[in-house]
């Protein structure tokens, strides 16, 4: 007598087992599985992608088939139906749209947690704004929102009467950020449509006005927030932050190839963390090892755009609301963050010129 087959639910496990090409993220969590039959012909998956890359189709279908084939012992199809990409109103045409008013938009990510991510992206948008540039910050990090905490930030956006969230203006920024919306303790767990939900509401439904740049605070790793960015946004370009710690640079390559799939330029690889100086003598010691992070950019064909130090004054400006770059505009420390925005600025102006022909 044959092995029963695999109930829906039990394949469904299975399925989590499908990372979606370029991201962490399993097409279960992404909410791609529609459906799932089995009869005594074979099983039927039904699949919802908003993907328009035929080989990324290609490769999640290769899987589920090789998987529930692997699990059921019957034949299997597999259904994908093309959706739309979540949007403001019915009716947005696909593919990535521009941010009214917003002429460039750069992400600051990282492969995983913990390596000073939004401290670099809050630094980069204050030393943008100290180059005479129009700026906005959105911190798409929904689960653990740092943006507030590092401008100083403690009232909620106006929401004007036809529900159009007005940012909140500080250091000669424009910022928004999850956390403006909620108490300092509320715990942020959330599904994934949500999440999506939201970040599309920061891009379409916030009064950004006239900027140069907008900076998005990516949350780490990849996921949601992340793809949401890729489906939506035309990306001017993508910012990977790290440490000098071997493991850290694993995440490098996973941070570039994020970025690769969704066609957004890597603008570099910044080193966090890279050395301390000693705040009695000045004196420089690399505890962590050093050159990893621009040997990694070197060996992957991106620019390398510095070093930063691990020093506590970033870090306390940081906890106490005034980022060291608005603090001491003029101070050593400050410098890397200023060499930072003036390499973003240049790459980004001439990809937009036609210039760069990498």
Same mark, same amino acid.
């Given at each position: ?114 390596? +000073? ?14 180059? +005479? ?87 780490? +790793? ?51 963390? &890279?050395?301390?100086?000693? &705040?009695?003598? +000045? ?76």
């Amino acid at each position: 007598m044959p092995p029963p087959s695999p109930t829906p639910q039990e394949l469904l496990e299975r399925l989590k087992e499908v990372k979606y090409p370029g991201f962490s993220r399993d097409i279960v969590s992404f909410g791609l599985v529609k459906d799932i039959q089995v009869g005594a012909g074979g099983v039927t998956v039904e699949l919802a992608t908003t993907s328009a890359k035929e080989d990324v189709v290609d490769e999640i279908r290769r899987q589920v088939e090789a998987i529930v084939g692997t699990a059921s012992g019957l034949p299997v199809r597999v259904e994908v139906e093309r959706t739309q990409p979540p949007g403001p109103t019915p009716g947005t045409p696909r593919g990535r749209q521009p941010i009214p008013g917003v002429r460039h938009v750069v992400a600051v990510a990282s492969g995983k947690g913990g390596v +000073g991510k939004s401290t670099v992206a809050v630094n980069l948008a204050c030393a943008l704004v100290a180059r +005479g540039l129009r700026v906005g910050l959105l911190d798409a990090d929904v689960y653990g929102p740092s943006v507030p905490t590092m401008l100083g930030l403690d009232t909620p956006p106006e929401v004007r009467p036809d529900r159009r969230i007005v940012p909140v203006e500080k250091f000669g920024l424009r910022a928004i950020s999850m956390g403006l919306f909620l108490g300092e303790r509320t715990p942020v767990i959330w599904r994934g449509p949500m999440v999506t939900k939201l970040v599309t509401e920061f891009f379409r439904n916030v009064e950004w006005g006239e900027l140069d740049y907008l900076i998005l605070d990516l949350p780490p +790793g990849t996921g949601d927030a992340q793809l949401t960015v890729a489906q939506q946004v035309a990306l001017a370009g993508g910012v990977i932050v790290t440490t000098p710690q071997d493991v850290a640079l694993l995440d490098v390559k996973r941070g570039i190839t994020m970025f690769q799939q969704v066609d957004a330029p890597v603008l570099g690889v910044v080193e966090n963390m &890279s050395y301390h100086v000693c &705040s009695g003598c +000045g004196h420089r010691a690399e505890i962590f090892g050093h050159g990893g992070g621009e040997a990694m950019a070197r060996a992957l064909g991106v620019p390398f755009l510095g070093e930063i130090a691990l020093v506590p004054a970033i870090r306390r400006q940081s906890d106490a609301g005034v980022p060291i770059v608005v603090a001491e505009p003029t101070g050593a420390l400050a410098r890397p963050f200023h060499d930072l925005a003036g390499a973003v600025d240049a790459q980004v102006t001439e990809r937009a010129a036609g210039v760069h022909t990498h």
